[in-house]
Each structure stands twice: as C-alpha cells, then as structure tokens.
C-alpha cells in the first residue's frame, strides 16, 4: 500500500525581494567602502608618520656627527693650552688637504721654531651655484660640483675640520746627557711600546708634554733633524711625561659635503647625501641631506661678536665689507680661522621617498633659515641639488657648536668665558 504526504511550504517562509537584495547590497558597499577608506587613511596616516621618523632619525644622524667632529676641533694632547711650535719646513705636505695656515708665517726667522696657527684645525668653503671661497677644494679631495650621480651638490658649503686622535706613545728624550736639560737640544727619542715596524720616518713626529708640544721630522731611528727652524728642545722637567705621536697618521682630518649618490634600490634615481671624507677615506653618514649652509662666530679685539660665512672669516672681513682686528695687546691682526669660536650649522633633510598624499598638501611645506622665516611650498625643481621636488617632507635641523678646545686657547690670550657674549642668537643671514 502508497501513502502519499502532501506537504505546503508554510505562507511566511518565502525569498528576499529584488528591493531588499538591492538594499543590502547597499549598505554593503556602504559599510565596505568606510572600511576601505579607513584602511586607506590609516595607510597615509602610517606612512606620513614613517617618513617623519626617518627625517627625524637621519636629522639627528647627520647632526651627532657633525657637532660630535666639531666638538673635537683642534684637541691635542693636554687639551689645547700650548701651541704647538713647528720646526718642519715641509709641514703643509704632512697634513691632508693642506691648509694654508700650516705654512709659516711670512718673515719668521731661521733658527727657532714658528707656532702652529689654530687655522689648521677648522676651515669652511662657502660655495655658490657656480664658485666657492676660499677656493681649496682640489687639495679637499672632493668632487667636483654638478647634478649627475658622483658630484657635488652646488651652492652648498663644505666644512674641514682636524684634532689628533689616539694616543701616544710614552717616551724619554735624551741630550748631550741623560738628563736632557731645560731647553737643551733633544738628540735622540727613546720611547716604549712602539710596533714592531717602528715609527715611519716618512712622517713627522710630534713631541708633547703638558706644557710643551713640538713637530719636527725624524729619521729612522728617531733622531730628530735639524733644518731651518732648527732642533726640538728638551723640556727639562721630569715631572711632566712625555707622550710621542705619529703626527702624519694620528692627525684626523674630516671633511663633510653634499653629493649626488645613486639610490640602491633605483639605479637611476639621484639621492642627495651628506658624505665624510675622512683620511682620504669617503664614507656615506646619511641620504637625504640636500641643504647644508655654515656661519662662523668671531669675536673681534673690542668684545664685539659677528656671525661670518667662510668666504668672510677667510679674508678677515664682516658682512658689511668692514675689515675686522682680532688679537689683543700689540698682537693685533685681521680676524682669520685661528679666532672662530662657534659654529652655526644648519642642514634640510628631506624623506627621500614620495608619499600617498597630493602635491598640494600643506604638509610639504617647509622652513629653512637661510631662506628667511617663512613657509614656503616646494618648487617644482629643489635649489641646490637640481632634483623634483616630489612629495616629501622635509626639516630643517640646526646646531650652534661651542669649539672646546679652541675656548681654552687664543692669540689674543683672551680667558675662556671672557668673551662679550653674542647680542642675540645667530638668526639673522
């Protein structure tokens, strides 16, 4: 026997109408879209915030270094009290870059030693889009000025700054007797602890105590040689220890400019960077660097202050063209390298790559002081390097670097902390 079940679908179950599908799908792109959006906001929000860290960090990379060297400027065993007296008639050709203040000064009489001009260890080329001054960048080593991958980055400045790294070796010096007496003509060095392949007797040598400091060139066993500034003296004090430095290898001369590097994940992409060319040896402290501007603080014979570029402090001049006295007592003389006290170092670094945001956007704008005090929009191509502009933010980053060592030492014999002080902070260009 069949049985036969007959079933009715029940009157409220049935499917959703076109006009509630079309409203669900909807809201459902309402609601996607939101989300879409946030995540889209979320990812410039990121991004933004990623590239203010990476100006940041590499501000403050490029500034440690810079003020770190400055802060190093002229340091010489027993800090900087004593000029060192020159008895090498070759001394220029021991020093990378070969500044002019290591040459004699003009006049100085054969037979006694001439002091080393403070100069030799702080010099700034201020450069325009087409020339620098004081022009000495062949003997820097650095490249030539341009806005293809290698050079330069033009009207960009360059700072060369030099200290004695290390430390020496201990020492005894003998005379015409053991005892080596006071100003006595030093015959032979003796000291303990050198390598096993000696001292280069291609280099000068440089003799310090704490209340005298001498170069002078050696042979091979360590005698000193006589030439037109005469013979190292003995020092005549057994109380004082005697510290003997290589003064060819020990001598740091750091040298920082801007350049054109090829960015590594874009071969053809142009990166401006700060680069430091230690020794002889480059090396890249960090990308993004595109700005990089220099002043100098010289405080003149009367107390008064000035805030130079180095094409100022150069030819001993102000701003305004007035010619500056340093010194004091009857030493006066034009105001040069050796009586810089401060540095004023200004950088703009930039985010290197564009963000997710329009070329419009307030956020680009930037501040640069040598520029004035105003915002300013990007332009299509930046100054200096040449490069698009593009969509990155950007940061001024400065640093007013005391020189230590130099505050411990003047020609004029000015005391540390004597100085009139500036008349306001070192704004205005």
């Known amino acids: 026997m069949t049985f036969f079940v007959q079933t009715e679908r029940p009157a409220h179950s049935r499917g959703f109408s076109l006009v509630e599908l079309m409203i669900a799908l909807v809201l459902g792109m309402l609601v996607t879209s939101a989300i879409l959006g946030l995540f889209v906001t979320s990812g410039r929000v990121e991004a933004v915030q990623t590239a203010l860290s990476r100006v940041q960090e590499n501000g403050r990379v490029a500034i440690g270094e810079l003020t770190a060297d400055l802060r190093m400027a002229g340091y010489l065993p027993c800090g900087a009290q004593i000029r060192p007296q020159v008895f090498s008639e070759t001394l220029p050709m021991h020093i990378e870059g070969q500044p002019m203040t290591s040459v004699a000064p003009a006049g100085e009489a054969s037979g006694k030693p001439y002091l080393l001009d403070r100069g030799v260890f702080i010099e700034g080329v201020g450069c325009s889009a087409n020339s620098c001054s004081p022009a000495s960048i062949p003997a820097l080593g650095v490249p030539k000025a341009g806005h293809d991958i290698g050079d330069r980055i033009p009207a960009t400045d360059i700072l060369t700054l030099r200290h004695l790294q290390g430390v020496g070796w201990r020492s005894e010096v003998i005379g015409m007797d053991s005892s080596c007496k006071s100003n006595e003509n030093v015959s032979a060095i003796v000291p303990s602890g050198l390598p096993e392949s000696g001292f280069n007797a291609a280099h000068l040598a440089l003799l310090a105590s704490c209340t005298r400091m001498q170069i002078f060139a050696v042979d091979a066993t360590l005698r000193p040689l006589g030439g037109k500034f005469g013979v190292p003296k003995c020092d005549g004090s057994s109380a004082q220890p005697l510290q003997l430095f290589d003064f060819d290898a020990q001598l740091q001369t750091s040298v920082y400019y801007l350049q054109l590097a090829q960015d590594a994940t874009t071969p053809a992409r142009r990166v401006s960077t700060l680069m430091r060319r230690t020794n002889g040896i480059v090396n890249e402290v960090v990308q993004g660097v595109e700005?990089?501007?220099?002043?100098?603080?010289?405080?003149?014979?009367?107390?008064?202050?000035?805030?130079?570029?180095?094409?100022?402090?150069?030819?001993?001049?102000?701003?305004?063209?007035?010619?500056?006295?340093?010194?004091?007592?009857?030493?006066?003389?034009?105001?040069?390298?050796?009586d810089v006290d401060a540095v004023d170092v200004e950088l703009l670094v930039n985010s290197i790559d564009d963000l997710p945001i329009g070329d419009s956007a307030a956020i680009l704008q930037y501040r640069y002081s040598p520029d004035g005090d105003g915002m300013q929009k990007p332009a299509e191509t930046m100054p200096a390097t040449g490069l698009v502009a593009g969509r990155m933010l950007r940061r001024e980053f400065r640093s007013v670097v005391a020189l230590r060592s130099f505050a411990q030492f003047s020609p004029s014999g000015r005391k540390p902390g004597r100085s009139r002080p500036h008349s306001g902070c070192p704004s205005p260009r």
């Open 291 to 338: 700005r990089f501007d220099l002043r100098f603080s010289v405080h003149e014979a009367s107390g008064n202050s000035h805030w130079l570029s180095a094409a100022n402090v150069d030819r001993g001049a102000s701003q305004s063209g007035d010619a500056l006295t340093c010194g004091g007592g009857t030493a006066l003389h034009a105001c040069s390298w050796s």
